[in-house]
């Protein structure tokens, strides 16, 4: 081994970079009292040669971190029974943190993590720097990625549902009615499964020869108000769809306020389908037809994931995905033209 690529101790980095073994330890240990010139000479110095540890690491806390891009809906909720459920099988307290819309956790974050020191870190619908995935790996802190945002890096865990085909089986559920003006509210651009979910749309109008019709593809953000906006811009239409895919259930909440303000009746007039099936939608009027995604399953799964990784086990597999399914309610019927 080189030197270049030999593992520094605290003290010979601290050398090299000409400040105090202190400073050092404060980066190593992502505390935020460094200058960022100081911290990105010490971050550089490490990436090059390396960092040895001159003492037994100290054994992480009995803890989950949790961490969301929103604390908002039923989503949320879901996920936190999945997690807990097997947390506490084994003892585990889990710790819960809120992104605020946000799908990239700051770096003030990650300093409490470094010194809750948990078991491993599920981050969900949202993803880390490179920086951070390094300080976590130098801590030895697993993290497994639920319902990525992104497509993970390959050396990331992560588990998600089967979007494509979520998407591609709503869709056909509304053609099979006999609807051909079908629109489609999707998440946010650089969200995976948004455009996993477009694709199965716009892959099942293709085999129905039905042309997607750029007009009736409402770019939403996940949210109920993106779902309200979008759906009363559509259905303002001189020829408004006869169906929309709400490419989850808040926008698809959403749509029925739209609808409601239009006077639209669903589905008499408007068939509504969503996407995740989240407990409160059976509670609609009419209760939401909707795609199954099994939040609480795939929790449980990236949890269990997590726990291996912390034991120092193998994982057989790095990507998880479960599979999606379509629960028909009262939100969804034939056109008018074809039910009168």
Not at 12 to 32: D, F, H, M, P
Not at 198 to 227: K, S
Not at 335 to 340: A, E, I, N, Q, T
Request: charged letters at 20%; one cysteine or more.
């Amino acid at each position: 081994m080189t030197a270049e690529s030999s593992p520094l101790t605290i003290a010979q980095l601290a050398e090299l970079a000409g400040v105090s073994t202190a400073t050092v330890s404060k980066v190593v240990n992502g505390r935020s009292e460094v200058s960022s010139e100081t911290r990105a000479a010490v971050e550089e110095l490490i990436r090059r040669h390396g960092y040895r540890r001159q003492r037994r690491r100290s054994m992480p806390t009995a803890l989950v971190e949790l961490v969301f891009h929103a604390l908002e809906g039923d989503y949320p909720v879901e996920i936190t029974k999945g997690v807990a459920a097997v947390a506490r099988e084994h003892e585990l307290t889990v710790a819960i943190s809120d992104l605020r819309r946000d799908h990239t956790a700051a770096g003030a974050w990650l300093e409490g993590v470094l010194r809750r020191r948990p078991s491993g870190v599920i981050a969900v619908f949202s993803g880390l720097t490179e920086l951070q995935h390094e300080q976590l790996a130098r801590r030895e802190i697993p993290l497994v990625l639920l319902d990525p945002a992104d497509a993970p890096a390959r050396n990331i865990p992560s588990v998600g549902a089967g979007n494509w085909n979520g998407g591609l089986t709503a869709t056909r559920h509304l053609l099979e009615l006999g609807h051909r003006r079908i629109a489609v509210i999707t998440g946010p651009d650089s969200a995976l499964s948004s455009r996993a979910r477009l694709d199965g749309y716009r892959t099942a109008l293709d085999m129905a020869g039905v042309p997607a019709d750029p007009e009736l593809i409402g770019r939403g953000d996940f949210f109920i108000e993106g779902g309200l906006a979008e759906a009363y811009r559509m259905l303002c239409l001189p020829d408004r769809p006869t169906a929309i895919f709400a490419t989850n259930d808040g926008q698809a909440i959403g749509v029925y306020h739209a609808a409601h303000r239009l006077g639209l009746r669903i589905p008499a007039d408007l068939s509504v389908i969503g996407f995740d099936d989240m407990p409160s939608v059976r509670w609609a009027i009419p209760p939401l037809t909707t795609i199954r995604q099994p939040l609480a399953e795939m929790a449980a799964a990236a949890t269990s994931m997590l726990l291996k990784l912390a034991n120092g086990e193998q994982l057989s597999q790095s990507r998880v995905e479960l599979a999606t399914d379509l629960v028909v309610r009262e939100s969804t019927a034939p056109p008018r033209h074809l039910s009168s």
